[in-house]
């Protein structure tokens, strides 16, 4: 009942942020026909915004988006005009069902790979220095974890180009083509997560240490490493899992840094230039798959939350 | 008790684990699924084309791909960029310049297999040139009779505008006036032959079509958004014999430092555009023998708006152009071999010399600024220089030449500005809406003619943007656009061109532009340099292993 709430609660929200995404890139100086080279004549540029129908008021733009508009045509009868959402004006041969299409897929591979690599570097490590807390090992990893967490993307990945791509030669230095493709952009793109989750997983197990729980399950005589492993452990991912929600989102969607470093075809490219370009629709149409993006993976992370920890009920 | 919890924890370790495998095994699959054959040649062209429709693209990297898709009346000379027949073998001009008749080749099919007639030019142009099309580049049919009624929606019937079909294979156009450029004008994309079946049944997305005829030496294989557009050659082009490549890649790689990397480590051939080389990186490059640095039809320059005082006063804006020291601004900053530039129409412009323009002079400058009200700059309001910058590397010159400025301006001429930067469209539509003061800006020519700089300045055109009218200026531009005899006409628009780089100054000219292609030329033959940087791709092709 809780979670068919949400769901129906998403309705509104999506329709809340698409009024204001449409708002906001409309709002902005220029638009898609501004040119460096402007047409021969106003005519010609009053063409143009007439046959995508960037003449028109903004709000009749919004209704055409979503294809709620009704025309009368030439004879007097009324009909129903096509939806606009799915009309780039900068790409004006393609569909933006077809470069989602093609670039999701690209962006959500890359993600979900950067997902993995933070998740198989951060929680090991997260549990390293929690059980070492206090020791070297603890302040190494540590460090290590803060590093990642640090060194932005676009610094990591030319250092890892230059190393493992032109001095080495062991990997391609850009493109999309096979596995080996995809090594370096997944480092690149998951270091600062696995950073974050190292860092995540420390505290919450630190915290988990000093729960009443695990003082009586200490009381009973287990040892340290099953305490960690048993029972720490689970109440110590929760932050994890509650950061890794939005985390995925940003993951499968897409980073522009990343791809455009490595010449990736994902999505994420499409999310800046759309808004650079005025490129109004396709901007929107991303802005909604992200909002569409986090509420799912949102209620997967609560829905997730009833079945590590038995004491948190929605009602 | 304990075991379920511990075994619950294992399930969802057991859940990440499989997860984890199914998104990696997949990920290896498609991977893999990928198989290709590997190109002849992989070209590093520049942006994500917008589209290659030749009535919608404006931008180069579209042109060059767009070109190897759909030839027109005449094509481009690798090495010289002048036209050459394309599906027209020959062509009649008559005495007064008005009428032109292209004689088609008679060996012409689309790669579908269909002929290409007379009627397929008639129906490309007119398409073209159709309001509902909306191509920002229909200005071009303004040379033909009527065509000016006809894009802008005064005259409804095509019938009417100069352009017709003999028979199947003989185009007649009539001119509104002579214009001695106008075979070079039949080289632009939007003049090119389009397959009218093609377009009719599948509508605005008919690039999508497969198979997609094409009138020239490449078939689009495919088109992959911001991943790659492969052609494949067409056999059935008239010229196919001479087609080098049987396929060429293009990648769409918009950064500079991808594109050196791809290409030192092999993954690209030829990477074209000035922009894709990374500045840091510059004077190290040129010294190199696969960077090939070339003259380009292209001019920077600063916009002045003057609408706005003080800079409605015409000594105010010589006397700026006064105090710069454009020596300085390519030697420093720009360091590609780019020229300082006095006038507008770079000097390898094809018949036409311009006249000589302003120089590096403080003292005339602080004269001329003192006449005008303004003795050592007292006075001067404050005002501001706008230029685009932030993203990319290759945007960062803006910003050094505007700080350059400010330091020239403020030291010869004791007036103080504020730097402005904006995101590229926010320039843009200052332009427009004439709502700044100074600007940088540049053009680059559409073809080899000292037209394609000069009429952006007339009164009435969409690419003044200064606010700028002379009514001499365009009298003297439309009197050399009619002037049929070459050396005439260059006389008439050196006036013009005087007019706007000595005496009147809307605009202040800063350096002529520099190409630069970087490719292997023991590897690759047939790619030439010429002032369009427009590079036919038949000819392109790797160098045969004669060992």
New interface residues.
Partial sequence: MYFLKRILFAVPLLLVISVIAFTLVHL????P?????????????H??R???HLDEPVWKQYLRFFGLVWEKDAAGHWHHAAASFNISY??????VS??IA??L?VSM?LG??AF?FA??VGLPLGFFTAARRGHWPDYAGSFLAMLAVCVPGFVVA?LL?LVF??KL?WL????????A??VLPTIALGLFFSGKIARLFREGMLNAMQSEFVAAARAKGLTENILLL??A??IAILPVVSFSGPMLADLLTGSFVIE????I??VG??FINSA???DYTVAVDLALLYAILLIVLNLIVDFSYT??DPRVKYE | M?ND??S??LK?IGA?VI??FF??S???L???L?REPPADVTIINNA?P????PA?I?GLPEFRIMLGLFEGLMRLDPKTAEPVPGLAQSCDISPDGRLYTFHLRTNLVWSTGEPVTADDVVYSWLRAAN??????????F?YLKNG?DF???KLKDPSLVGVHALDQYTVRVELSHPTSFFLKLCTMPVMSVVPRQTIEKYG??W??ARPLPSCAPFELAYW?????IRLVKNPRYWDAANTRSQIIDL?P???P??AL??Y??G?ADIVLDRTLVPGELLDVLLKRPDFHPFDYLGSYFIRINVTKKPFDDSRVRRALALAIDKDRIVTKITRAGERAAPTLVPPWTANYTSPPGLGYDPALARKLLAEAGYPGGKGFPRFEYMFNGA?GGGDKVHQDIAIELRQMWRDNLGIEMDLRQV????????Y?HLDYETARS?WVGDYNDANTFLDCFLS????N?TGWKSARFDALIHEANEQTDLEKRAKILEQAESLLVRDELPIIPIYYYVGLDYFDTNKIEGFYQNILDDHPLEYIGKVKSTK
């Fill in positions: 902005v100086p220029g638009g026909f501004d040119r460096e080279r402007a047409p021969a004549s106003p005519e010609i540029e063409n143009l007439a046959a995508y900068k790409y004006r041969s393609h569909r077809d470069i093609q670039s897929p591979t979900s790979l993995c998740m198989a030319p180009i791509a032109i030669q391609p230095v850009a493109l999309w083509e096979s596995p493709h995809m048993k029972h452990v689970r455009n470093i490595f010449q075809p994902g490219v499409f650079l370009n005025s079945w590590l | 304990q919890e511990g619950g924890f969802s990440v997860f984890c998104i990696l997949s990920s290896f498609c991977g893999c990928r994500e917008e589209s290659l429709d919608i404006t309001p509902a099309t909306a191509s920002d580049y229909a200005g071009l303004f000016e894009v802008t929606g605005a997305r690039l999508m992959r958004p911001n991943d790659k990648l790689v918009g950064s430092d991808t990397n791809l030192e480590n993954q993203a995101e590229w469209k926010v320039l843009l539509s200052s427009s540049s009435d055109s969409g690419n943007r």
